[in-house]
């Protein structure tokens, strides 16, 4: 089986410039001594600290020429995804794997199936306790919950912690998080680790508890049943709950130094917590991280890709949190890889086994056999 690692960095996709690999050096040589024949295009792993004389040293090949290595991989491995034109280099049959964004992205998909491609989006993996090692929605999210607040805490014009110094005394910063999920709750404990004071909310109850367990607090809201799916994920609320929730945040809001925004809702866009009337109550050089600023956001006023100042706040929408610390988001997005391909590798046959029986492939593989395969894509697809 021959796995072809692409150079992400020389295409966007829609992304800025790609730091992340999608192999390491550890992956490279665990692959190889699986028999898996790993090529590299030249200077993919450069921005995340590994060299292509290292990757060699583990094992691997480098692309020599990159349309032949195209046209014979079996297995194309993406941080993000390939380009319409990378997609028609592949053979029939074989299997892509990557950040597709399924929901937002259906021309591809539908080309990727329409050319029998087998296609792995590894937001799809199941959040299971089985799945956890391959999945990279929770990798990424952890580090980009670390990397918000560092970002947050750089261009507060005041210090996160309580200093007390003979020319006075500093009080800590007040740190707000909506949303606490895997990175709301990694943006909690970074926070607390740089001596802020911390608030956060969610509207799946259950996570109150967790936030306590960093020190946090968690501001309560009754907005009557809000719940979570089957999956854990948090179900989109009514306009009328909507509009309670940013009435009752407004005052933790206006109160608060730094405000981190993680709020997601599974394979919809993310919702609007903050409106610009909102910002405009807090302090003049406070600073507002939006996770969800690059697909559509959750701030009004944000700038997707960028850092904006709306009523005198700054407000931080770069996104691509996790390739801000490139090395540990590639050794770990590496690692999510090798463990999903370990787990359903053939030894005997020296393939992929693909069986889509399996709980996990059966959610995270959306296209085969010309087809696209995902119910809830295809209902997505449809309208439904
Ligand atoms: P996510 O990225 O989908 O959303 C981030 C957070 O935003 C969630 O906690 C969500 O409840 C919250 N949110 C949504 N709308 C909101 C609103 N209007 N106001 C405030 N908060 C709002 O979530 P995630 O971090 O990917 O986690 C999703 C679920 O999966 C969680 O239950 C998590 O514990 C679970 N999970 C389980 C596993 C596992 O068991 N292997 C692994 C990872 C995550």
Known sequence: MKILVLNEAKQSGGYAVEKRCAVSASTVKRLSKKGIQVVVEAGAGELSGVDDALFVREGATIAQDLAAELASADVLACVNRPTPEQIQQLKAGAMVIGHIDPFFQQDLVEQLAKQQLT???VEMIPRSSRAQKMDALSSQASLAGYVMMLQ???HLPSIAPMMMTPSGTIKPAKVFIIGAGVAGLQAIATAKRMGANVLAYD????????????GGKFLKIDLGDTGQTKDGYAKELTDEQKAKQQDAQRDAIADSDIVITTAQLFGRKPPVLIRKDTLALMKPGSVVVDMA????GNVEGSVAGEIATVEGVTVIGTGNWSQQVAK????????????LIDEFFDDEAGQFKLDLEDDILAQSVITHGGAIINSMLNNAYAGA
Do not use: C, H, I, K
Not at 207 to 214: D, T
Not at 293 to 296: K, V
Not at 330 to 339: G, P, W
């Open 203 to 214: 509207t799946r109850p259950v996570v109150a508890e967790q936030v306590e367990s960093l």
């Open 328 to 339: 540990d988001a590639t050794d770990m997005y590496a690692n999510n890889l090798f463990n």
């Open 293 to 296: 600023a690059l697909s559509g």
């Open 152 to 154: 947050a805490a750089n």
């Open 119 to 121: 296609t792995l989006s």
